[in-house]
């Protein structure tokens, strides 16, 4: 079996040394053949470093690297193009003056790569401009420019606001050399997590091609499934692939679904372990920063329901928590809604990783609990596989008498009618089972519902001075249960929450 291209980048290395390469040659065919100007939006680690790699092998003509792959035949690979490659995703930037100091390194790699002199090497942005005139007149070629993680200083410094406004002007004085230099430029491709706000970082660039949401690049980056259960047949023997597909698939751009290539990369090397590899490797400490920053009720986080000016923002100024969340990897698009008001996405997490992942990191936040979590999570787990709702009540109550005072009086949680059913639903939601917030019947909405495979729990939560079972008697007024019929068992659940206790004050549950 060919090796597996762990954290390999490089397309020669990975063609040369026979590692495994999903063929992303006719997308990348495509690209070219029909615009010039692209902007590519994907979670980090999902290949968009490789596949601008792949590109600029392609312009360069290196055609022995293709040998097998769909591009081979259909590509003049003799008409060869001079290549500047800029790339940010090294290193953490702390402030400007160290990213002007990997810009100067970055301009003096071009000059060195084409044996081409800058007059001004201080100006960066007139030093640019100048190269790419200088490497077209060489070459007697228009230039193709290839930009990877092109917001990498921005997003290393989200939560300090006026650091990241400083980075955004500086790189906006350089990637506006682009539309200064179109004479000169053949085709360029840019990529990063965040989807760009053109007026605040390429102003002017308006011919620049936003392909994030094309449904004709949806596998631009990432494995489909289909590739699963092909390239990597011999690598995953043995593996039951509809519940990898459920802790890994998932991610949609409008298209097929597909996987991030970091998790099945490590599921494979790590003997076939579920666990959560790629969200391991981030940092979303910025999550619980903005978290803080505005009361957010967290079940609506799923199903949430945005536009498309929503998901295509990236304004330092003004960071909104679901942009984010969806650019970054920890929302996807579940359903894509035309109608006369246009068009609009509902979101939700993309798979089990994301699910246990983020609501535990909401835990955190909610209750302080980081050491009690698992403990809770196992008991509460085990008390709905076995329906011991009576022991489930007992947890439910423990758990938020062991949340600590000041959680509450720090953060004016008491008066956040919606923290109790936040804190319900990040440890539900954490237990990995399918959960389904604002459930939709044809008379309203269930708070929560909670799908094992034979069984189903419904729950409404409600906050009261002191308890009144009005919950339960929603959920029966309502005929809630009427949507799930065909399960062997299903349970009614009323919670109703005292704010002066703090706490669970009444638990009536029924079984029809």
Known sequence: MKKLPIGIQTFSKIREDDYVYIDKTKIALKLIERGEYYFLSRPRRFGKSLFLDTLKNIFEGNKELFKGLYIHDKWDFDKTYPVIKISFGAGVHKNTSELIKTLRYILEDITEKFNIECKNVDDTRECFKELIKKVHNKYNQKVVILIDEYDKPILDNITNKQVAKEMRDELKNIYSVIKDSDEYIKFVFIT??????????FSGLNNLEDITTNSKYATICGYTHDDIKTTFKGHLKGVDLELLKEWYNGYNYMGNKVYNPFDILLFISNGFDFRNYWWSTGNPSFLIELLKQRQYFIPEIENYEATDSLLDSFDVD????????????????????SDEFGVTYILTVPNKEIQ??????????LTQQRGEKIAYRRTLYTMLKESKLDEFEKTIKTLFAS???HNFTNNEIQN?????ASVMYAYLASLGVETITEDATNKSRIDLTLKFKDRVYIF???????????????????????????????????????KEDRNVCGFIWEMI
């Open 192 to 201: 990063g997590v965040s989807k760009f706000s053109k007026v605040n970082l």
């Open 318 to 337: 003004h960071i909104d928590l679901i942009a984010l969340l969806w650019q970054t990897g920890y929302l996807t698009i579940k359903e894509k809604i």
């Open 356 to 365: 246990i992942s983020l609501n535990s990191l909401i835990i955190d936040y």
């Open 403 to 405: 949340i600590p005072y």
């Open 416 to 420: 956040y009618e919606g923290y109790y």
């Open 460 to 498: 409404e939560f409600k906050v009261v001075d002191k308890p009144e079972g009005k919950a339960l008697t929603q959920i029966k007024e309502k005929k809630y249960f009427e949507k799930y019929q065909e399960f062997d068992e299903i349970y009614l659940v009323g919670i109703e929450f005292c």
